[in-house]
């Protein structure tokens, strides 16, 4: 019987965790011989936008834990992304990412380097469940999709359920501010209790889909709402309930518990596409472990990030020769014309 909150860590999840890093930089490799290396995932981005991050002045006592445990309002930054390996274009069905990056928040963080920095990280994305079970099965699928035709075919008519769950992780999206995003893996939330995160739009309405849309229509929609006004996303937590039904160690299930709203995200009313802008949000490095210990990351899908964001952000950033970016320690303003 699992117990609520607990992990429950696979043999060798390691060794196949540096094996998902290891691929993932060799394809890097290749795909950005001479150009700038992107991110593995998540190339796309529409935006990397300035917010405030509202904690709910008065939470009842199961809620108040972290950076939770009082109100505040904290800077933070937003970057928005299509998922797919290479920038896609914007009408194509994809995950979108929401990376939330909180700045100015006290206490040791998780990753032995970083654990002076005052920087919290939430990821999310648009599906609420992983299309694998456990790090091996991601490494396989991994291996599947990064192997060529022949390999990803017989994967596929061998986990026919893996490329069903695939599928069903991406859609269309019309408009990022008022798009529901996800963390699809669990994180702890004080002593013995676990949490997944939700953001949700303030904004109902939704914008039809463009009937001739251009391959960036998403970053041009969102250049356009922000000119005019600003947007916010309720940020939830949903407990788990059931240790059974909602397991903390696979992610392709659904919990079932209501959703919580402890925050709010408040995107400001702003011009966000100088190059200086762009170009430090491609730099900055985002991971669930830029964390406190009271929201660490839990489960298999998470353990593997720790090692593979990690392996990727130094890559990346040594081929782009800006290995020494520290996290920022505050807000930095652009000009919004250069
Ligand atoms: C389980 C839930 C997951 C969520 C919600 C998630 C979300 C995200 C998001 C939002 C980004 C973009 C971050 C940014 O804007 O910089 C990202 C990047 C990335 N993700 Fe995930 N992801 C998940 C699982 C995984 C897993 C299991 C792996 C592999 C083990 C993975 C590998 C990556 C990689 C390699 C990047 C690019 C990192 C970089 O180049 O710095 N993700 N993810």
């Known amino acids: 019987m699992n117990t609520i909150g607990k992990e429950y860590i696979e043999p060798k999840e390691e060794y196949y965790a540096g094996k998902i890093a290891d691929r993932f930089i060799q394809t890097l490799a290749k795909y950005y011989r001479s150009e700038k290396v992107k991110r593995m995932f998540h190339p796309k981005m529409h935006a990397l936008l300035k917010a405030e ?29 299509n998922a797919k390996r290479k920038a896609t274009k914007d009408k ?17 963080k998780l990753l032995e380097k970083e654990k002076d920095a005052n920087t919290q990280d939430f990821l999310l994305v648009t599906s609420k469940t992983l299309q694998t079970a456990s790090v091996k099965d991601f490494q396989r699928s991994i ?9 990803l075919f017989f994967y596929a008519i061998t986990h026919p359920a893996v490329i069903v769950r695939s599928i069903k992780m991406i859609s ?43 391959d960036d229509f998403l970053k041009e929609r969102l250049i356009s709402d922000l000119e005019e006004q600003e947007y916010s996303f309720d940020f939830m ?13 696979n992610p392709t299930v659904k919990w079932t518990s209501p959703f919580e709203k402890v925050a709010t995200i408040k995107i400001k009313k702003q011009v ?5 802008q762009e170009s430090y949000g491609e730099n900055l ?26 392996a990727i952000a130094r890559f990346r950033r040594g081929q782009n020769h800006v290995e020494n970016l520290a996290e920022p320690k505050s807000m930095v303003s652009f000009n919004e014309v250069n």
């Open 237 to 249: 937590v949903q407990f788990q309930t059931d240790a059974q039904k909602m397991p903390i160690e």
């Open 272 to 276: 966000f596409n100088s190059k200086a």
């Open 143 to 151: 291996e599947a999709l990064l192997g060529g035709f022949i390999k």
């Open 53 to 81: 991050f509202i904690v709910e002045a008065s939470l009842p006592p199961h809620l108040k834990e972290g950076i939770f445990a009082e109100g505040k309002t904290y800077d933070a930054w937003v970057r928005f992304s």
């Open 172 to 214: 269309k999206c019309s408009n990022l501010l008022e798009t529901s995003f996800y963390s699809m893996s669990p994180y702890k939330y004080g002593e013995g209790k676990a949490v997944k995160y939700a953001a949700f739009p303030q904004k109902k309405t939704t914008s039809s889909f463009p009937k001739d849309p251009s």
């Open 285 to 310: 490095s985002f991971t669930p472990w830029h964390c406190i210990e009271a929201h660490r990351p839990l489960g298999g899908a998470n353990r593997a990030r720790k090692t593979v964001y990690e």
């Open 92 to 108: 194509k069905k994809d995950l979108r990412g929401m990376a939330l990056k909180l700045v100015g928040v006290e206490g040791k």
